[in-house]
């Protein structure tokens, strides 16, 4: 990687990709957003490859793994979620027809219990070409799903 | 009629001659992925660079004056309702990225986010640019969630 990063790096780090093809095509894929990135890190070796990728002011990560032989799977976590129906079918609701779709992944059992939200993007390995408009684009629909988090948890309006 | 072809230099023509031009530029180049094209203006002293965003119905505008530099991001249209407007000026407590807003002729507001910046930060600005884009989302994915309370039924009674 050749640009310099619009943001301090301090002590964190922009890695080289391991000796694997998927990891090398995908690390090559997102040189474009270079400028951008805070951090870039791989897996240590194993069956399934993956890095995490450190975006913008708010350090959003970003995980892209080899999911199987043909997909790769983007994670963005989004926040911590109140675990009743309403909540949970609001996320659903939104799922229809959405490139980035919300899962939930860890259960706290608070009271109320809470719940991990997590956008998650599947990408066919041939499709890699296209990961910076991908990322982007999850970028973006992380920060909006920000407020989508706060009114359910019910901080979205102060009046 | 066949559309003109949009060539790279059309969409993102060279700076104007002006002394903050090439700083201005030079962010502009690191953040180029993010853009679908820029326009530079020149009123008498003044800068101006509008970009537009890729996959994004949303521009934003670098002004360099004298005094400083104004960045400003179109953020959304909302109905002109006043439980809107007071939750975006309450909202607006402490904000380094300010809503602002211009009423449209059908009853509709277009919400802006804008800072104020000192020349200090040209250096800097592709960093500011992406603090403003991040801004804009936030306060989009906050605005579209505040919901017009219905007005409690027999009042008029």
Do not use: K
Not at chain 1, 143 to 152: E, K, N, P, S, V
Not at chain 2, 102 to 118: G, H, K, M, Q
């Amino acid at each position: 990687m050749t640009q310099t990063s619009i943001w301090p790096l301090g002590d964190h780090v922009i890695e080289d990709a391991p000796d694997h093809p998927v990891m090398q095509a995908v690390a090559a894929a997102l040189e474009p957003l270079r400028p951008a990135l805070r951090s870039l890190t791989f897996d240590p070796p194993g069956p399934r490859s993956g890095l995490t990728l450190g975006l913008g002011s708010g350090f959003h990560l970003i995980s892209i793994r080899q999911h199987t032989d043909d997909l790769l799977l983007l994670d963005l976590p989004v926040g911590d979620l109140m675990q009743t129906p309403e909540a949970l079918c609001a996320l659903l609701e939104r799922n229809a027809g959405r490139d980035w779709a919300f899962r939930v992944d860890s259960v706290t059992p608070t009271a109320p219990p809470q719940c991990v939200v997590v956008l998650e993007h599947l990408l066919p390995l041939e499709d890699i070409p296209t990961l910076p408009a991908r990322v982007l684009s999850g970028w973006r629909a992380r920060i909006l799903a920000q407020g989508l988090l706060d009114a359910l948890n019910g901080q979205g309006d102060p009046l | 009629m066949t559309p003109p072809v949009m060539t790279p230099e059309d969409r993102f023509p060279a700076p104007p001659g002006h002394p903050h031009a090439p700083a201005v530029a030079a962010a502009l180049e690191q953040l180029r992925f993010l853009l679908s094209g820029w326009q530079w203006q020149v009123y008498g002293d003044d800068l101006v660079a509008v970009l537009a965003l890729r996959d994004e119905a949303t521009s934003l505008r670098i002004w360099v004056r004298e005094g400083g530099i104004n960045l400003d991001v179109f953020c959304l249209r909302v109905p002109a309702h006043p439980h809107i407007l007071t939750w975006v000026l309450a909202e607006n407590y402490g904000q380094g990225f300010r809503a602002r807003a211009t009423r449209s002729e059908d009853d509709r507001v277009l919400i802006y986010v804008t800072a104020d910046f000192p020349l200090t930060i040209l250096g800097d600005l592709a960093q500011y640019i992406w603090l403003a884009l991040e801004s804009e989302l936030r306060w989009r994915g906050r605005l579209m969630q505040v919901r017009i309370p219905e007005e409690p039924e027999g009042l008029s009674a």
